[in-house]
Every structure is written in structure tokens, then in C-alpha cells.
């Protein structure tokens, strides 16, 4: 059967990943995503060319080692499919760790889900002796800056940036003698990306371990 290079129906995927596949790069990810649509036999279109590729698009990628639920990717298929049925068999083919949330049509001609990236939710739970009092009140402060210059490594190279841009909102949400809950809704998308981790260490809040989870993608149409 030769490959499909129309596309006649486009599909937008939210799964969620846990352990263990919460250390896959998107590179692997992807690969992952064009095997499992292989097996549940889905009508991939494929890039024209010399080395054609499934056509999917993820509206993000997941830093290595976070979890999420609200993860989106796009689908583009040369021919229809019972949308509502999708999921189930995306999940019959799924590996551990990668779960179907849901599956919707999209118009073919809509904007690529990159391009309308705004923020994310992120739920930070860190291990630390300091009190709860103090990570608020870090926190706190760090929202009343006006400015946060703060330097990262990226690719091997140090990386000078304007952290404050990055932070919308920050809030210490609960937590014990070990763990501490923190929501943070940061700057996610083509203009810059903010790192629980580096909002953290600006915060000058040592930890002994962490655990990132993103609970939700926002929208061009619902940023403010």
C-alpha cells in the first residue's frame, strides 16, 4: 500500500505520561507516537519527498523527567477515522506510562498548536526542611520583583534571561514535615519557556528532591 501524502482529517490528541515514560526525549516520543499509530492502524498522512515522515505536530515539548495530563498532539490522517472510537484503541496500543485523555477534530487549515502557546500549569512538589512559611513567603517575593535576571545552561552554553517575564503566577498550595505542594503558571511557547527548577533557584529554596507535574496547557484564545 503506497503512503497517503493528502490529508482529509486532522485529530488533536491530550494523553498524559507517567512513569516511566517521563524520561523519553520528544525525539523518542515521537518515534513512539509514529509506532503506536502504525499498530492501531491509523491512516497516516506522510511528508512528500525523498524521506517522507508522518505528519504529527506536538503543541509542546515535555522536559525530560516531568509528568503531565493535558499533553496535545496533532494528527494528520489521509483518511477519516471515528474520532470517538480513537482513543480506545490508541490506549489497546499504548506502552506503560502513556495514557489517552481524549481525542477531538481539528480543521486542517487551524493554526499549528505550537503557534498558539501561552503558559502552562505546572503542580511542583519539592522535598525540603524549609517551612512552609518561608517557601510562601519566597515565593511571595519573587512575584513582587520587577526584574529577575538569572543565567542557565542550555546545549553546553550558559544562557542570560529575564526570568520575571516568565512567571504569571506562583502559590504555595499545601505540604508536611517532608513535601511541600507549589502551583506555578508559567510563560510556555515560541517566546520563551519557564523551568519550575529555575523559578526555585531564584528563590534561593534548596531541595533535596523534585517532582514536576504539568496539569495544564493554555491557549492563545484563554491567556489574559
Known sequence: MSMLTTVVQRVRVTFAVSWPLQYASILDMGRLW??????????????????????????????????????????????????????????????????????????IGAKAPQSLMRAAMYQVSLRTDVHAAEIAAALADLLQRTSIPFVRERRGRMQSLELRELIHDLGYVSGDSLWHEVQMRLRCGSNGSGRPADVLEAASLAYSDLRVHRTQLIWEERSS
Open 34 to 107: 509514529e509506532r503506536l499509530l502504525r499498530r492501531a492502524a491509523a491512516p497516516l498522512a506522510y511528508t512528500q519527498g525523498y524521506n517522507p515522515h508522518a505528519r504529527l505536530q506536538f503543541a509542546d515539548a515535555l522536559p525530560v523527567g516531568y509528568t503531565s495530563e493535558c499533553e496535545m498532539l496533532d494528527i494528520y490522517l489521509g483518511e477519516t477515522v471515528d474520532v470517538k472510537a480513537l482513543p480506545a484503541l490508541l490506549q489497546a496500543q499504548a506502552p506503560p506510562g502513556l495514557g489517552i485523555v481524549s481525542a477531538a477534530e481539528v480543521e
